[in-house]
């Protein structure tokens, strides 16, 4: 391996620990999935360091879903053994969400990286707005529809947080929640949604990607490895000062800041798409 190779690696190990800073002190201090931010700063870090753009967007998908792996396991596990998650809803939901993971997953390997940059830009651009308009507790109904249009809800959620690279917080929350869900039952089930959507969307991530050219180095497939093994760690040990930090600002106007980054985020996307 030559000095330029050896470089660009160690620069982008450097990048990716930094993903995972600011990745885990975000979620500590807002309470979001790491998705939701890894995504976007591995596609800035990439970016940056100039990494085909033809897969570009697919690599920050893919490794995101991998972490989501890791950190969706055991944040499921700790909700399951609090009681907070519905299992009686994931018995008659899961299959309508792996579905809707399925038909995502194939399309994002489909189609062009530009294309998938768009679906994250309008997606983040929908949950800044519901972050900053939507008045806390505030519901549309009571209980959550029956079939088919709960199936269809699990299906969208499935379809559109593999092709983000996301768990199940950020679209589940919302929509458990609009149906008057409490919101730890809410988010303890979306940690298990999350299992349902990582598990398939990290395998597929591998397959489409496989043997492509213009991937950032020590990548499988879509997967880079060197994202995988160190963002964990580094989004793992600064959560908790993320939840320091909460507990010293007030939540509301972080919540209006995130909202705001995402929402320049999704913009920023946009346009890059376009122009």
């Known amino acids: 391996m030559d000095d330029l190779s050896l470089f660009s690696l160690s620069l982008l190990a450097l990048s990716l620990v930094a993903t995972g800073v600011v990745a885990g002190i975000i979620a500590g201090l807002l309470g979001v999935g790491g998705g939701i931010v890894i995504v976007p700063v ?18 920050a998908v893919g490794t995101s879903l991998a972490t989501i792996l890791a950190t969706g396991a055991s944040s499921a596990r700790a909700h399951y053994k609090r009681g907070s998650v519905d299992m009686d809803l994931l018995k008659r939901w899961w299959w ?4 809707g993971v399925l038909a995502g997953a194939t399309l994002a390997g489909n189609i062009s990286g530009g294309a998938l940059t768009f679906v994250f830009g309008v997606v983040a651009l929908a949950v800044a707005a519901n972050m900053m308009l939507r008045k806390e507790g505030s519901h549309l109904a009571d209980k959550l529809p029956g079939s ?19 768990g199940g917080g950020t679209l589940g929350v919302p929509t458990l929640t609009l149906f008057n869900y409490p919101i730890r039952k809410a988010v303890g089930t979306a940690a298990a949604i999350g299992l349902i959507i990582a598990v398939p969307g990290t395998l597929l991530s591998v397959y489409f990607g496989f043997d492509l050219d213009g991937r950032p180095p020590l990548s499988l497939g879509y997967v ?37 980054f995402l929402g320049f985020t999704g913009l920023r996307m946009i346009y890059g798409v376009f122009f």
Do not use: C, Q, W
């Open 96 to 99: 309508a969400i792996a579905l």
């Open 224 to 260: 880079n490895l060197i994202g995988f093994m160190l963002i964990i760690p580094a989004s793992t040990l600064t959560a908790p000062l993320g939840a320091k930090i909460a507990h010293a600002i007030d939540p509301a106007k972080l919540k209006l800041v995130f909202a705001l």
């Open 42 to 59: 591995l596609y800035y870090m990439f970016t940056a360091l100039k990494i085909d753009p033809d897969v570009l967007m697919h690599v």
């Open 148 to 166: 088919p249009i709960r199936e269809v809800l699990g299906f969208l959620i499935g379809g559109i947080s593999v092709m983000m690279g996301i």
